[in-house]
């Protein structure tokens, strides 16, 4: 019996643990815990930044969304015949503000846009630089280091150092991420473009990317295009006044357009010729004519079949303005000079005449 009992003992024990085992590890206090390494801290402290609706919309364009090819569209805006390129930040001629590329703004601020079409349900998209700057794939930071250098510049320099210094400027972006700047702003156009015309989907390609050229190059001043903006978007309502057009081209292109009254988008030669007609008054087809010559021909029904011909209609119609000669000041200058030689002359002839007469009467 006293061998039997430390046998007992010894089972009751290793009941004991094995129950103990049954019911698990017991927790480990906080005390005994790993301490938290740097990197998983810095990952825990970085936050989020969700891109905003403008970049999202931006990056979700398609080459489906329209009916022409993007990459033709970048090559034209890209062409130094019509553009500026510069790879360092430059003043604008007429702002001052900080262009870059093929004209690319870096610090225009997010502008509201309202749409006025109640029957386009498209809005506008008008984000900041910044915005822009990001949905092309560059680091924020770097933007504000070029801002930073143009602005010390503009400080400094006058507008005759900027001249001369502007294509010798060392280069703070590269040739391919100018032309991806171009290839946003190419996309906010198109965007835009719909918001500006209700029936942009029934489009052809020429005439969507004319629609393109002409945000990307206008901007928001497109909206002050009246009597074109109301021709591509014809409604019931009563036409526009001629009093808000620039010149009597756009009375005419009114008049013509509410003769044809297109119950949707009119695809005859006689309503885009009209449409063509009150671009060929404005300011902006006179002063840029070669650009506009391009883009007007655009929408022209048949520019598919022969973009020449399409271009000689219109330059037809727009012509160069005619050149101011100065010539004529010039031409007085050179008979006043002549008038005083032939003086000149004609007093010697009267001076040795009268020497000759007194020299005969003396002999």
Not at 6 to 20: E, K, S
């Amino acid at each position: 019996m006293r061998i039997a009992h430390p046998f007992a003992i010894a089972l009751v024990t290793l009941a004991l643990q094995g129950r103990a085992n049954a019911q698990g590890i017991p927790p480990v206090p906080t005390s005994t815990m790993p301490p938290a390494t740097s990197h998983d801290a810095a990952g825990a402290a970085t936050p989020i930044v969700e891109p905003s609706p403008a970049v999202r919309m931006l990056e979700g364009f398609k080459n489906s969304d329209v009916k022409f090819d993007l990459n033709e569209l970048v090559d034209i805006l890209r062409d130094r015949r019509h553009e500026g390129w510069v790879l360092a930040a430059y003043p604008d001629p007429r702002t001052s503000q900080p262009l870059i590329g093929a004209g690319f703004s870096l610090d225009l601020p997010e502008r509201p846009h309202a749409q006025p079409d109640p029957l386009n349900s498209h809005p506008f998209l008008e984000p900041s630089s910044a915005d822009l700057w990001e949905a092309a794939g560059f680091d924020p930071d770097r933007l504000n280091d070029i801002l930073s250098v143009f602005y010390e510049r503009r400080q400094k320099w006058s507008k005759r150092t900027w001249r001369r210094q502007l294509y010798s400027l060392t280069p703070q972006i590269s040739d391919d991420e100018a032309v991806q700047l171009v290839r946003v702003g190419a996309i906010q156009a198109i965007y835009n473009a719909q918001a500006y015309c209700r029936n942009f989907d029934q489009m052809t390609g020429p005439q969507q990317m004319a629609m393109a050229q002409l945000v990307y190059q206008m901007g928001v001043n497109l909206q002050h295009f009246n009597v074109f903006l109301a021709m591509i978007n014809p409604d019931p309502g009563p036409a526009p006044q001629a009093a808000t057009s620039d010149s009597a081209m756009f009375g005419e292109a009114v008049s013509e357009a509410a003769a044809a009254e297109p119950a949707g988008l009119d695809q005859s030669a006689e309503y885009w010729l009209a449409v063509q007609k009150s671009l060929m008054g404005s300011q902006w087809a006179h002063k840029y004519r070669t650009r506009a010559v391009a883009v007007i021909a655009m929408l022209d029904p048949a520019y598919g079949d022969d973009p020449t011909a399409a271009e000689k209609r219109v330059g037809a119609v727009l012509k160069p303005p005619v050149a101011r000669r100065r010539a004529s000041h010039k031409v007085t200058t050179r008979q006043v000079s002549s008038t005083t030689r032939n003086g000149s002359n004609s007093g010697r002839k009267t001076h040795h005449t009268s020497s000759r007469s007194r020299t005969k009467k003396r002999a």
